[in-house]
């Protein structure tokens, strides 16, 4: 699993723990939600696309690329 996915699955489960803790309206928990939003935010500018299809090809031709190298 790629970093940013440890990450976000990390993140998450601090945030469901904080929330059964101490309630879904209490600052912790929100802190950690705004900080979940930012990695999610992240993780999809990082796996968007365009359709052209030439930059379409691209796109899958880097990522497998990056999967197999581990980025």
Do not use: V, W
Not at 25 to 41: E, P
Not at 43 to 58: A, H, L, N, P, V
């Amino acid at each position: 699993m790629p970093a940013l996915q440890m990450a976000i699955s990390k993140k998450r489960k601090e945030m469901i723990e904080l929330g059964e803790m101490y309630g879904l309206t209490d600052k912790r928990t929100i802190n950690c939600s705004q900080q979940l939003d930012t990695l999610l935010n992240i993780d999809k500018s990082r796996t968007q696309y365009f359709f052209d299809e030439g930059s379409f090809k691209k796109y899958i031709l880097t990522k497998k690329k990056e999967e197999h190298i581990g980025a």
